[in-house]
């Protein structure tokens, strides 16, 4: 008997492997003649290096070598601009990029000056001391709204400003309609810098093995296949030179995606220069000093709307915030831009944004990508708009929300993957009916809510609503084999850290193949089983990855079958796939098993037919036109500690829509997860930098993560399954679902509680002391 | 440079002698000494409770102590709970019922930190939970599946009590 897997909570496959402790992540790799790395890094966020001593480091016994820009010879180099701008009209970019070592200037605290390589990490940091570095302190550039002034320091010299890169796009013309209103909400919105802190720090080893003139990199990134592309060129050596395995990954969430950091392009150089295997691994405060985050931007914005609270139209400067580098492109930006415009239809819209310089880390995607920062801002307008017009949070959003009918809907402006913004498919009021459903709106804030004021209690609640465009391309690809033993085995090129891939992409092959689950294995992030592909970014793994091994698996099923009306001598429709092997139907004895199959498919003697493949294997590739948008509600009720103002989140509620569920039990984790990072940014972590660019919070002491306290007490889900048109499983992603409107949802709840008509949030991260602050301003 | 101290530790009960460093973290000896790499690190300063083991029966965080302080004393890591894949302890199968790991990093610390607790308080209320993982991070789960899975395991592990006991040591 053969169940159907898709659309159940399976158990996960890889489990078993994480919890006894015997799955591989990078730092247990362990290898004979293995050397360390420790890096020296900045200590200032802008200075030149006026010269670098390293000759007392190299007397240290137990060091091997030491580093520095001056002998790296010709391999010194900036690394590769990772996204370049989409086609937008009058688009400004200067591209600028990290380079593997500081050379004659460091632009921000932690950037790497020079390697020490030793017989173990103890001994390479003990000669970090060692090294004498002559700075010459430059005054840094730390806020954003001053890094364009005409006195401003210049991070790039060769640059007339710290200007990187200057949009515009339109929609409609917001100018010509803006006389109509009956309202305008003008405000300003800022969104501090936060970090992704996956529990687990980045970490390569390389290890060039000069007999048989091949490098292999195990590396915790969520692009094994660009990482090894990459490397090739870099070292001058052919693609099949070079394995990267990304192994198991304590968490990612965007930043393990930035290619190349600096350690990236070194570790392995260093490997093949002294032909012995070479260990770095990121401790703590280096992941906060130089693990590259986001957010960091301030809005300027305006909303127009009809007295029926209608939006008219959108007019949002704003600036982002690079970091001293922009290797990433526009990528986050441009989700902000996108993303503001949310599931409502608006037919006006100016947007504005100049990315800016900064002597900080350099800022790449981290689970929201952007969109956080739009939603933000849309979000808080609505919520200012319903005060003025007296409707409930609710009420204004379902009157501005894009109708069943109106899809595909355009939004005519240009999104991350270079193509025009189209919402492929959507059904926004049920999300939100279900959502008042769920909390219990009309009960909590005509019952409730009432009497528990009168007690004395400060509590709220919030609704808001957001999209997340997903699982964009270019693409991926699969590879399903059938064995002799029977067992299926499935190779993708995306990394897994966390995503439960190992089960949902088996999920899907073994429907197709109608075989048990536990028959299949999974083989991500080793670019020796699969060398093409992109990675794992934008909540596109099932989508992408995941129609690339549906694909596959029905070509391996189409052999399948071909393979067994030859020896069966029946034809297709009248064979019988399922507990893998394949009968005639009806007459279960004639009947040939799977791993026969894949034996008799891959003949040692004899003759075979011409333009035959051998063996039960294909491989498919899934790209899509574009990607998938999903869409969803979050609400959730709030108390806050009028002493203490801490907030605790008594319900928390998520109607989502990512078309075919896959795995419910590992969607609905994806999304405790996003919602708790969400909490995170919106009250405890923010990065904070101080006026010379020195980050105050590099350790987990600083920095706060939420705990077991502080999230919420329950979330409980609710799904709505909208297809997507745009594949064939109709998925869609739900990677960053729980993260985007949590900020906005925690913001407008707390306000709700406090219930004081002016306060008025306008900035995350919030925090208990900057809550007091705002309260005793109000 | 070196400056070696014998030591006699006993990890999931297989005695190993060694000579290390007095500086060496615990950490680094469970994990790159002795090669159980089940032990993760997370952040090295006593923070994210990545790295917990037991110590004599209690929960430590071994990237705060140094190796040479577990002479002479028995130390339990995660590869210590079970057998083999096929054969999970009662915590672990909770977790894996209840979906409480993603990327699975932080997990061999929560397990630690759990089977100590629950041998302490079998009976744990929802609260009593919350404040037991408290000092252990996870960036994946929200938590809250976590919280799950130690209810599911207390049931669990009170029907079949004898087999923890005898397979782990308390003091
Ligand atoms: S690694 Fe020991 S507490 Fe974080
Ligand atoms: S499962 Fe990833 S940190 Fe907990």
Redesign the interface.
């Known amino acids: 008997m053969t169940t159907s897997y898709i659309g159940e ?1 399976v ?2 496959l ?12 990078v ?2 790799v ?1 290898l004979p003649k293995m050397l360390e790395v420790a890096f020296l890094r900045s200590s200032y966020a802008h200075a030149r290096i006026r010269k670098i001593d390293v000759s007392e480091a190299l007397k240290k ?2 060091v091997v070598a030491v580093y520095t820009a001056q002998n790296l010879g010709d391999y010194w180099q900036a690394g590769p601009l990772l996204v370049s701008p989409p086609p937008i009209k009058r688009l400004t970019f200067h591209k600028k990029t990290q380079v593997i070592l500081a050379k004659d200037k460091v632009r921000y605290v932690g950037e790497p000056i020079a390697a020490v390589v030793a017989e173990n990490r ?2 390479a940091e003990d000669a970090l001391n060692d090294i004498i570095v002559d700075f010459e302190p430059l005054p840094a550039v730390v806020d954003l709204e001053k890094a364009l002034l005409p006195d401003a320091a210049l991070i790039h010299e060769d640059l007339p400003s710290n200007l990187a890169a200057h949009v515009i796009q339109e929609k409609g013309n917001y100018f010509a309609i803006k006389d109509q209103a009956d309202l305008i909400i003008k405000r300003d919105f800022s969104y501090d810098h936060g970090a992704a ?5 980045r970490a390569i080893v390389a290890d060039w093995d000069s007999k048989g003139q091949q490098m292999t990199v195990w590396d915790t990134t969520q692009a094994p296949i660009p990482i090894m592309n990459g490397l090739a060129g870099m070292l001058g050596l052919s693609e099949n030179q070079v394995r990267v395995i990304a192994p ?4 990612a ?1 965007g930043p393990k995606i930035m290619m190349f950091y600096s350690e990236e392009m070194l570790i392995p150089w260093i490997s093949k220069q002294l032909g012995r295997p070479i260990k770095w691994i990121e ?2 405060q280096e992941n906060f000093l130089a693990t590259t985050h986001e957010r960091g931007q301030t809005h300027h914005a305006e909303m127009a709307l009809t007295k029926e609270g209608k939006i008219l139209g959108i007019h949002d400067v704003f600036l982002h915030d690079t970091g001293a580098y922009d290797p990433y492109g526009l990528t986050v930006p441009i989700n902000s831009q996108c993303t503001l415009l949310g599931p409502y239809d608006v037919k006006n819209y100016y947007s504005e944004f100049s990315v800016i310089f900064t002597n900080k880390m350099i800022v790449t995607p981290y689970r929201g990508a952007g969109r956080p920062q739009g939603v933000f801002v849309m979000e808080r307008l609505l919520d200012l708009a319903a005060k003025e017009l007296h409707l409930t949070p609710s009420e204004i959003r379902s009157r501005n929300f894009i109708l069943p009918e109106q899809f595909p809907y355009k939004n005519e402006i240009i999104y991350q993957d270079f193509a025009p913004l189209v919402y492929d498919s959507g059904n926004y009021a049920p999300a939100m009916e279900k959502a008042l459903e769920l909390i219990d709106y009309k009960k909590f804030v005509e019952e409730e809510q009432p009497k528990l004021r009168a007690e004395g209690k400060n509590i709220g609640i919030g609704v808001v609503s957001y999209v997340e465009g997903t699982g964009i391309g270019p693409y991926e690809g699969a590879k399903v084999t059938v064995g002799a033993s029977g067992k299926v085995s499935v190779a993708t090129g995306v990394g897994t ?4 891939h190992f089960t949902t992409f088996a999920q899907i092959v073994a429907d197709v193949l109608k075989v048990n689950i536990h028959d299949v294995t999974l083989v991500t992030g080793d670019t020796f089983k699969m060398n093409w592909g992109c990675g794992t970014f934008a909540s596109r793994g099932m989508v992408v990855a995941g129609n690339a091994c549906y694909a596959a698996a029905m070509a391996v099923r189409e052999k399948i079958l071909k393979l067994a009306s030859e020896i069966l001598e029946s034809s297709i429709e009248n064979l019988e796939l399922g507990d893998s092997k394949v009968c005639v139907k009806g007459m279960p004895e004639k009947k040939i098993t799977l791993g026969e199959l894949a034996v008799k498919a891959n003949p040692l003697r004899g003759a075979v037919k011409p333009g035959t493949i051998p063996g039960l294997e294909a491989a498919a590739y899934f790209g899509p036109s574009t990607g998938a948008t999903s869409n969803g509600v979050h609400a959730a009720i709030v108390e806050v500690n009028p002493k203490t103002l801490r907030v605790d989140i008594l319900k928390y509620i998520v109607v989502h829509d990512c078309g075919k569920v896959i795995n419910p ?2 969607v ?3 999304i ?6 969400g909490i995170g940014n919106a009250y405890y972590e923010q990065l904070v930098y101080d006026k010379k660019g020195q980050l105050l919070t590099a ?3 600083d920095y706060l ?5 502080d ?2 007490r ?2 409980i889900t609710g799904h709505i399954e909208t297809p997507s048109p745009l594949n064939p499983l109709g998925v869609k992603g739900t990677g960053e679902a ?1 993260t985007i409107p949590a900020a906005s949802l925690f913001v407008q709840a707390v306000e709700n509680a406090l219930d004081n008509p002016k306060l008025e949030i306008r900035e995350v991260p919030m925090s208990p002391n900057r809550l007091f602050e705002l309260l005793k301003e109000s | 440079m070196s400056n070696l101290f014998p030591i006699t530790v006993t990890v999931n009960g297989v005695v190993y002698q060694k000579e290390v460093e007095p500086r060496l973290l615990l950490s680094d000896f469970l994990r790159h000494t002795l090669g159980l790499t089940g032990t993760h690190v997370g952040c090295e300063h006593g923070v994210c409770g990545v790295c917990t083991v037991l110590f004599d029966g209690r929960p430590v965080r071994s990237c705060i102590m140094f190796a040479v302080q577990a002479n002479g004393h028995k130390i339990t890591t995660v590869e210590g709970l079970s057998k083999d894949m096929e054969h999970l302890h009662p915590l672990q199968e909770a977790f894996s019922e209840k979906h409480a790991l993603q990327c699975g990093f932080c997990t061999p610390g929560f397990l630690m930190t759990l089977i100590a607790f629950l041998h302490e308080n079998p009976h744990p209320t929802e609260e009593q939970i919350r404040e037991a993982i408290s000092g252990n991070i996870c960036r994946c789960t929200g938590y809250q599946n976590i919280i799950e899975a130690v209810k599911l395991a207390a049931i669990k592990m009170n029907a079949s009590r004898e087999n923890v006991a005898n397979e782990l040591s308390f003091p």
Do not use: C, W
């Open positions: 909570s158990k996960r890889e489990d078993a492997r994480l919890l006894t402790g015997q799955a591989l992540f730092d247990d362990h016994t137990g103890y001994i802190v996956a529990m687990e720090n198991f990954l304590g968490g969430f401790d703590r850290q966390g995503q439960s039990m590992v609905e984790g994806q405790h997860g996003g919602v708790a990072q350790s987990l002491m993560l939420p705990t077991s306290y999230v919420p329950k979330i729980g």
